[in-house]
T-cell receptor, first 115, second 114 residues
Framework: DQQVKQNSPSLSVQEGRISILNCDYTNSMFDYFLWYKKYPAEGPTFLISISSIKDKNEDGRFTVFLNKSAKHLSLHIVPSQPGDSAVYFCAASAVVNVGYGKLTFGQGTILTVHP | NAGVTQTPKFQVLKTGQSMTLQCAQDMNHEYMSWYRQDPGMGLRLIHYSVGAGITDQGEVPNGYNVSRSTTEDFPLRLLSAAPSQTSVYFC?????????????FGDGTRLSIL
């Protein structure tokens, strides 16, 4: 039973345009969400997070939106750059999960940004 | 500043062999964990530790043992490797047990079981 789902295995975007990556979750206990970026042969790197008390968090070119009623979050990258090409993982946790220590990950979305 | 260091980077084992995957962090982090990544399934939690001497099971613990004798090290042991354990293994750490700091991941160990 996949509690966190990224239904798009891949996304292709032109440089300078917006990239939108989506994530859905089913567990109502989740109240903290993260996005990780992963390059080949490297470990995941933390990108941005959002608490359930917010509906938007912004960090430079990256913005995460949370819609709690729909159990949906999205990551917007504007403008997209070729260096953003990577696998993006959505992850969720809850305070009852060892104080947000236990993460549940989605399957990942491969983003390709074309020059 | 090494962060989270995993060794080896690659390993091939035969079914039934034993192996220890090493993980060390130099950030004095309390919380450490092991995940495995399989195609189409994202990362899944194997075991975690909230401090030296304290470990617990994650989502997919069967076939794996862990121990945490020091704050820095958190090795993962496969006692009798099986082909189903072919995967990429990631170790992660974060500063405190409680709170929403992000986890820092190592670069992974790619393990193949023949």
């Amino acid at each position: 039973d996949q509690q966190v789902k990224q239904n798009s295995p891949s996304l292709s975007v032109q440089e300078g345009r917006i990239s939108i990556l989506n994530c859905d979750y089913t567990n109502s206990m989740f109240d903290y969400f993260l996005w990780y970026k992963k390059y080949p042969a490297e470990g995941p790197t933390f990108l941005i997070s959002i608490s359930s008390i917010k509906d938007k968090n912004e960090d430079g070119r990256f913005t995460v939106f949370l819609n709690k009623s729909a159990k949906h979050l999205s990551l917007h990258i504007v403008p997209s750059q070729p260096g953003d090409s990577a696998v993006y993982f959505c992850a969720a946790s809850a305070v009852v999960n060892v104080g947000y220590g236990k993460l549940t990950f989605g399957q990942g979305t491969i983003l390709t940004v074309h020059p | 500043n090494a962060g989270v260091t995993q060794t080896p980077k690659f390993q091939v084992l035969k079914t039934g062999q034993s192996m220890t995957l090493q993980c060390a962090q130099d950030m004095n982090h309390e919380y450490m964990s092991w995940y495995r990544q399989d195609p189409g399934m994202g990362l899944r939690l194997i075991h975690y530790s909230v401090g030296a001497g304290i470990t617990d099971q994650g989502e997919v613990p069967n076939g794996y043992n862990v121990s945490r004798s020091t704050t820095e090290d958190f090795p993962l042991r496969l006692l009798s490797a099986a082909p189903s354990q072919t995967s990429v293994y990631f170790c992660a750490s974060r500063a405190e047990v409680w709170g929403n700091q992000p986890q820092h991941f190592g670069d992974g160990t790619r393990l193949s079981i023949l």
